[in-house]
């Protein structure tokens, strides 16, 4: 919630790419020993417009009357900076029919006439593209630099199955890597046996098949 605060964006205004974003963020940085923050990924990254618009009926009118506006949902994506070397993006970034999957739902007052607990306030109208201008210092630069480097060793599908595979979600509270295994390239490698308590069977992990998805 402090990189969405930092950036001055909401949940549901997030496309579903971006929290694969922010997931690699926190494996890179945790594998890597680096301590993920909102500026450190401010640094690396910057926000990524994606103009969508829907016909709109005004209210008490018919579908009929529908006129063109500008979607509030699943329009901002993150995307690196120039200043980063990191893998190439090879996922579909837009979907045929895809407002067929969203809804809104109008909360009602209580009997009170109180707002929904759960309701937000109005949403402005979107920036193309909110900015987070974060000074660069050493740990800011030890990401990148980190991610310039396993990006060679290393693919984005790779790293996050390595993960799910053990059950460990980077957006979860509370995870860590516990242990550590040799080094590799100079890259400090997680000791995944140890740090999620896995076990083994012969020379293969013992994994619920329920996980090979």
């Known amino acids: 919630m402090q990189i969405l605060e930092a950036f001055d964006i909401k949940f549901h205004q997030l496309t579903s790419n971006a929290f694969v974003r922010l997931g690699l963020y926190f494996w890179v940085s945790k594998t890597c020993r680096l301590q993920p923050t909102a500026e ?31 979607a509030q949902y699943a329009c901002y994506n993150f995307t690196y900076r120039d200043i980063v070397s990191g893998t190439v993006a090879a996922y579909k970034n837009k979907w045929e029919d895809w407002t067929s999957y969203w809804f809104y739902h109008k ?18 109208v979107l920036l193309k593209c909110p900015r987070f201008d974060v000074e660069e210092n050493v740990e800011h630069q030890a990401f990148v630099s980190v991610l310039h480097e396993i990006s060679k060793v290393f693919g984005t ?17 509370g995870w860590a890597i516990t242990d550590w295994a040799e080094d590799v390239g100079g890259l400090p490698m997680p000791d995944f046996e140890k740090s999620f308590g896995l076990s083994k069977e012969g020379e293969l992990f013992c994994l619920c098949s329920s996980l090979l998805l």
């Open 40 to 70: 450190g990924f401010g640094f690396a990254h910057r926000v990524h417009f994606q103009h969508k618009t829907v016909l709109a009926p005004p209210e008490g009118k018919s579908a009929d009357e529908s006129t063109e506006a500008e």
């Open 107 to 124: 909360a009602p007052v209580d009997a009170s006439g109180q707002p929904c607990s759960l309701a937000g306030q109005k949403v402005g």
């Open 157 to 173: 599908r790779d790293l996050v199955e390595e993960y799910v595979a053990y059950k460990c979600w980077p957006l979860r509270a």
